[in-house]
């Protein structure tokens, strides 16, 4: 009886968290931020990783609450530790944009929650792993290749223009440049600006 009752807290928990995400969700949409941040907090607070996420963007875009970026890395955080894959990625952005590059266990967080984002099919973690390993100190050229073709596959024409440039100079991969004019071309019809000029 006492398992029964503790499944049933369980359960309301859950789906009170649930309710109060959507709701906030709905909220945001009518531009009623503060409300949406209120639900989203509440939800938040009971552990829920989909609603961190939310009281994350709204402390960074400042919608409901003030802006506050160390707040929202608090919540990305807590979101990434559950593995919400785009607060991995959000919070890995953090980590390096906004602390010290000296800090190697930040530097390494960040990279081991950009590569679970990436794998977890988020794009812009891809990209921005792709460009990261492409331009570190010590390039990874075929890991960023990699990242990168992940990145166009899934419709990133930055990307693409990317990949193009991994052929035309050889990096990472042979150098091709029939296979540099396709992805050229590719991003181009994306509406990809370098690619035209690169394409000329």
Same mark, same amino acid.
């Given at each position: 009886?006492?398992?029964?009752?503790?499944?049933?807290?369980?359960?309301?928990?859950?789906?009170?968290?649930?309710?109060?995400?959507?709701?906030?969700?709905?909220?945001?949409?009518?531009?009623?931020?503060?409300?949406?941040?209120?639900?989203?907090?509440?939800?938040?607070?009971?552990?829920?990783?989909?609603?961190?996420?939310?009281?994350?963007?709204?402390?960074?875009?400042?919608?409901?609450?003030?802006?506050?970026?160390?707040?929202?890395?608090?919540?990305?955080?807590?979101?990434?530790?559950?593995?919400?894959?785009?607060?991995?990625?959000?919070?890995?952005?953090?980590?390096?944009?906004?602390?010290?590059?000296?800090?190697?266990?930040?530097?390494?967080?960040?990279?081991?929650? $950009?590569?679970? +984002? *990436?794998?977890? #099919?988020?794009?812009?973690?891809?990209?921005?792993? =792709? @460009?990261? &390993?492409?331009? %570190? /100190?010590?390039?990874?050229?075929?890991?960023?290749?990699?990242? $990168?073709?992940? +990145? *166009?596959?899934? #419709?990133?024409?930055?990307?693409?223009?990317?990949? =193009? @440039?991994? &052929?035309?100079? %050889? /990096?990472?991969?042979?150098?091709?440049?029939?296979?540099?004019?396709?992805?050229?071309?590719?991003?181009?019809?994306?509406?990809?600006?370098?690619?035209?000029?690169?394409?000329?």
């Amino acid at each position: 009886l006492e398992e029964a009752a503790f499944q049933l807290q369980q359960i309301f928990r859950i789906d009170i968290s649930i309710a109060l995400n959507i709701l906030g969700i709905e909220s945001m949409r009518a531009g009623r931020y503060r409300i949406a941040y209120t639900c989203f907090k509440l939800a938040a607070d009971r552990g829920y990783s989909k609603a961190q996420f939310n009281v994350g963007l709204c402390y960074e875009h400042g919608r409901g609450t003030e802006k506050d970026l160390e707040k929202a890395a608090f919540y990305y955080y807590r979101a990434a530790s559950s593995c919400h894959p785009m607060a991995q990625y959000r919070y890995a952005r953090y980590l390096l944009c906004h602390r010290p590059e000296n800090e190697w266990d930040r530097h390494q967080k960040a990279v081991t929650f $950009l590569e679970q +984002a *990436a794998m977890a #099919g988020i794009t812009e973690a891809q990209a921005f792993l =792709g @460009v990261f &390993y492409m331009r %570190g /100190l010590q390039p990874k050229e075929k890991r960023g290749l990699k990242y $990168l073709l992940l +990145a *166009a596959k899934n #419709g990133d024409a930055q990307s693409r223009y990317h990949v =193009g @440039v991994c &052929y035309e100079k %050889g /990096l990472g991969v042979q150098q091709n440049l029939a296979e540099a004019m396709r992805h050229y071309q590719q991003s181009a019809a994306a509406g990809n600006r370098k690619s035209r000029e690169r394409l000329r």
